[in-house]
């Protein structure tokens, strides 16, 4: 599903260039339910957003789904973001003025759905997360596990082959959490593909596999990972302030 | 993008309640700008029209036409002669200058004693011709009729009379012990004369002897007929095609020249009102006048619609991360910039709704109120014409468009990754 080569991605903040990414490797086989670990800092968000196509790396090469991206361009990448991605946020990121059903739509909108067909499809989607009664709701007269329940049903809209989660249980209390995952657990059973990023030892621990980043590289040295994980479990989170 | 009509006026209204100040400050400008833009062209067409009725009353592209005297010897010809027209030099011109549609010449005498029935009172007679009163604007109200060419050969002792002239000797139309003047005697200069007609009300600007309304026009044979005159006082002339204008000017010039003898080049040997060549400066001068208060109007619409962006600007700031999730959602460049363009459309179009609709409201109280006053006389009708709504309109839609476009365009390139960046 993601096929990485040799990724980088440096940001250059007036004169200082932070390099956030300095050579990803990096394949996720399609069925895959990866968590993604690592200091603050480490790139997770960044390697994240080049997985979703939001960004474009500075160098490397990146496959999704079998389809180089190199050289699409903008119109194209919005395109694969609408019909193959599906993007869960820390924040939820919903609109605060739409309803739970209009922030659902949004994504069937830009994918040019009919109006019937849609309309059809957000009742369903906001049925499978378990919100069939906050169709009119507002973000504001949702609990924080509800809206990040309409975030993922957004997500899912289109029906992407690959979910990204960038901290989606950061924001929340560990029973909402809880909630979430075992609803990510469910979408990894009936096929979707999901790369999630993570600091919750308990959340990566329900993952298949656990991919773990330090400066902007995989770590890949067996030793280095034992030492990760052994402050990791010390500490329940992977890197307290 | 339909289904987001929705969302969009919810947007604006979440606009309007975060910016209350400079959204209502600027929906006022838009409205006070389009009120200035449609009123300021709307009482420039309406003193427009009103200077056409004025100028129209007196006549429609006609020439008036004076002898003066000599200031150029002219063989052997000293100068200060007085150059004067005999009633024969109407045929003469009619014959000579095919492209003039109509010609005529007129007897005055003024201050002559009118009476009907005990009443007398001391106004102009004119002596005139049958074309007058098309040329002149001399129509008759219903029931009466102008001087005609049997008239002429016979010359009968009929008038046609100007409507205050009515008023004085039959008293107005609605007034208690009115009299129908048509057929009735009046005495002119002691003589009886058979009232045929009374002049249509009318407004008139330009006046070279006093105005129509208190005139008593007899045929010019019968003119001479009481009184002794050889020269004319004034010759009028139409052209048939107000661009020949100038060769029937020239014309003229050169056969009275060759027939009075005088040096064509004399201009003060004749003077020429040219009514046509007056109404054109004058049009000239209201369009100009037009396009001043336009420029105005849409200035102050401009710097309402600089008021439109600013809002955009803002709002563009305020939802960059709103708009950052839309493109991780698949929206494009086009979704993006709709929101905002439309967002600004929806505030133009509500003050340029509203002003359109306060101008037609101004304009239509105006234009009840009657015209008996003397400076709406003058002022005319303020007048939302259809080329005025579509420059408003136009203006409006163009202003609207750019003050959303910018922001769109700042919107759309807003970097989803900047601005989804949480710490
Ligand atoms: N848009 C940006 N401009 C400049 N520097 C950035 C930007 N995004 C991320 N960085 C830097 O890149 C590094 C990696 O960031 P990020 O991928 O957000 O890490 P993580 O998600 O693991 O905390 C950090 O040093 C961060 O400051
Ligand atoms: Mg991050």
Redesign the interface.
């Known amino acids: 599903m993601i096929k990485m080569s040799g990724i980088r991605k440096a940001y250059n903040t007036g004169r200082i260039k932070v390099e956030a990414l300095k050579g990803v490797d990096l394949e996720i086989g399609a069925g895959e339910f990866v968590s993604i670990v690592g200091p603050s800092g480490s790139g997770k ?1 960044t390697l994240m ?1 080049i997985a ?1 196509c ?2 474009v790396p500075s160098d490397g090469g990146y496959e999704l789904d079998g389809e180089s991206v190199e050289k699409l361009n ?2 194209q990448l ?2 694969i ?3 193959k991605i599906g ?1 869960v ?3 939820f ?1 919903l ?1 605060p ?2 309803t739970a059903f ?1 922030n659902v ?3 069937l ?3 040019k759905v009919a ?1 019937k067909k849609r309309q059809d499809r957000v009742v369903e989607l906001l049925g499978r997360v378990g919100l069939q009664d906050r169709l009119g709701h507002k973000p504001a007269e949702l609990s924080g596990g509800e809206m990040q329940r309409v975030a993922i049903a ?1 997500a899912l ?2 029906n992407p082959k690959l979910l990204l989660a ?1 901290e989606p249980t950061g924001n929340l209390d560990s029973q909402s959490g809880k909630a979430i995952i075992d609803l990510f657990e469910e979408l990894w059973k009936s096929g979707t593909t999901i790369l999630m990023i993570t600091h919750d030892f308990n959340v990566a621990k329900r993952t298949n596999r656990v991919v773990y980043l330090r400066d902007g590289l995989v770590v890949t040295k067996a030793a280095d990972i034992a030492q990760g994980i052994k402050s990791w479990k010390h500490d329940r989170q992977f890197d307290t302030a | 993008m339909l289904s987001n009509a929705r969302m969009i006026i919810r947007l604006f209204l979440r606009e309007l309640k975060s910016q209350k100040l400079r959204m209502s400050l600027t929906i006022i400008a838009i409205i006070w700008g389009t009120l200035s833009i449609t009123l300021l062209l709307a009482f420039g067409e309406g003193l427009k029209n009103q200077l056409d009725i004025n100028r129209k009353g007196l006549g429609d592209g006609i020439l008036i036409i004076w002898g003066g005297q000599t200031e150029k010897p002219y063989k052997g010809l000293p100068r200060g002669r007085q150059i004067r027209f005999r009633p024969d030099i109407i045929d003469y011109i009619r014959e000579q200058i095919p492209e003039i549609e109509a010609a005529g010449g007129e007897f005055i005498n003024w201050g002559r004693p009118i009476s009907y029935n005990g009443k007398i009172v001391s106004e102009k007679v004119n002596g005139v011709l049958p074309e007058y009163e098309f040329m002149r604007s001399l129509y008759p109200d219903s029931g009466g009729r102008f001087i005609n060419k049997l008239d002429l050969q016979n010359k009968r002792r009929v008038a046609f009379i100007g409507n205050e002239l009515r008023d004085d000797l039959f008293g107005p139309p609605d007034s208690a012990g009115y009299v129908d003047p048509i057929g009735k005697t009046i005495l002119i200069n002691d003589i009886q004369f058979t009232v045929i007609g009374v002049m249509q009300k009318k407004l008139q600007m330009g006046m070279y002897s006093g105005p129509d309304w208190s005139t008593a026009f007899i045929p010019i044979t019968t003119f001479q007929t009481m009184y002794t005159r050889r020269y004319l006082s004034n010759l009028v002339i139409k052209p048939r095609d107000i661009n020949q204008t100038e060769y029937v000017k020239d014309r003229l010039y050169s056969i009275l020249s060759t027939k009075y003898k005088f040096d064509p080049e004399d201009k003060r040997a004749l003077s020429i009102w040219d009514v046509v060549e007056d109404a054109q400066v004058m049009r000239k001068v209201m369009i100009g006048m037009q396009v001043f208060f336009g420029i105005i109007g849409g200035l102050t619409l401009l710097v309402a619609g600089v008021g439109v962006a600013n809002i955009m600007y803002v709002a563009v700031r305020e939802r960059t991360a709103e708009i950052g999730v839309k493109m991780a959602m698949g929206a494009k460049r086009a979704h993006v910039m709709t929101q905002f363009m439309l967002e600004a459309i929806l505030i133009a179009g509500i003050g340029g709704g509203t002003g359109l609709f306060l101008s037609f409201a101004i304009a239509g109280t105006l234009a009840a109120i009657p015209m008996e006053s003397e400076a709406m006389q003058w002022l005319g009708k303020p007048t939302i014409s259809i080329p005025i709504a579509i420059v408003t309109i136009s203006v409006l839609s163009t202003i609207g468009l750019a003050a959303g476009y910018f922001p769109a365009r700042r919107a759309a390139s807003v970097n989803p990754v900047e601005s989804l960046r949480y710490e």
């Open positions: 968000s957003n979703g939001l960004d903008m119109s919005a395109d973001r609408n019909k993007f946020f820390q924040a990121n609109l003025y739409a209009e739509e949004l994504p909108i830009f994918g109006t957004r809209a289109n960038d």
